[in-house]
């Protein structure tokens, strides 16, 4: 079957580093993707991994292990804005590339 | 990066009535939409993939007959809610891309059945 997992709730203090990690199992891989939602709104996409590694970008960066089948978010210098909703995807070629959420993780940023 | 318009982006409705929400790709040919439906703090779960010019292919679990999608040109996919009632309140999301890769999304559309 198909299975993603994130930690639920996480809290971490303004201007510090915080670490979010995804698991998978999914019949096929052809991508992981993480994105940012805040309540109320839609996801705005952050990363994208589909090699084993990791994928910088300004203060965000995704890292890849297809092998163990897991992936982290690592958010730089937080900031109050950066309290949201964190989606691990995880982009299934079956046809159509479904792609499939997790859990999706709740970060706090504490002044 | 591609546009996804969805409209509308509220709606209230009475139960037993139904509604329709539009979902365009405004600057891109979508042959596949996605449709998500997201529960307040949780995550967003498929509903049904919508593929320009044939049937959908609904989630396990899904009720074809009460979500209607309809996916009659590139741009534009919708979804009907069928005698909407109030456990059908929630907020659905809709997706397109352009190739196997990043996903855009509408705005979403928050349904409230009363």
């Known amino acids: 079957g198909q299975n993603i997992d994130q930690p639920t709730e996480m809290t971490a203090t303004e201007g510090a580093i915080v670490q979010i990690n995804c698991t998978y199992q999914?019949?096929?891989?052809?991508?992981l993707f993480w994105y940012q939602q805040h309540a109320g709104e839609a996801p705005t996409f952050l990363s994208y991994?589909?090699?084993?590694g990791l994928e910088e970008k300004g203060r965000f960066s995704s890292f890849l292990s297809r092998s163990k089948g897991y992936s982290y978010l690592l958010l730089k210098e937080l900031q109050m804005k950066d309290s949201a909703s964190y989606l691990c995807a995880v982009s299934s070629p079956s046809g159509t590339y479904k792609y499939i959420f997790g859990t999706g993780t709740r970060l706090k940023v504490l002044a | 990066g591609a546009v996804v318009s969805q409209h509308p982006s509220w709606v209230i409705c009475k139960s037993g009535t139904s509604v329709k929400i539009e979902c365009r790709s405004l600057?891109?040919?979508?042959?596949?939409m996605f449709w998500y439906r997201q529960f307040p703090k949780q995550s967003l779960m498929l509903m049904a993939t919508s593929n320009e010019g044939s049937k959908a292919t609904y989630e396990q679990g899904v009720e074809k007959d009460k979500f209607l999608i309809n996916h009659a040109s590139l741009t534009l996919s919708t979804l009907t809610v069928t005698s909407a009632h109030p456990e059908d309140s929630s907020f659905y999301i809709c997706?397109?891309?352009?190739?196997?890769?990043?996903?855009?999304f509408g705005e979403g559309s928050r349904l409230t059945v009363l």
């Open positions: 999914t019949s096929g891989f052809n991508g």
């Open positions: 600057d891109f040919q979508a042959t596949t």
């Open positions: 991994n589909v090699l084993d």
């Open positions: 997706s397109a891309k352009t190739g196997p890769g990043e996903l855009f």
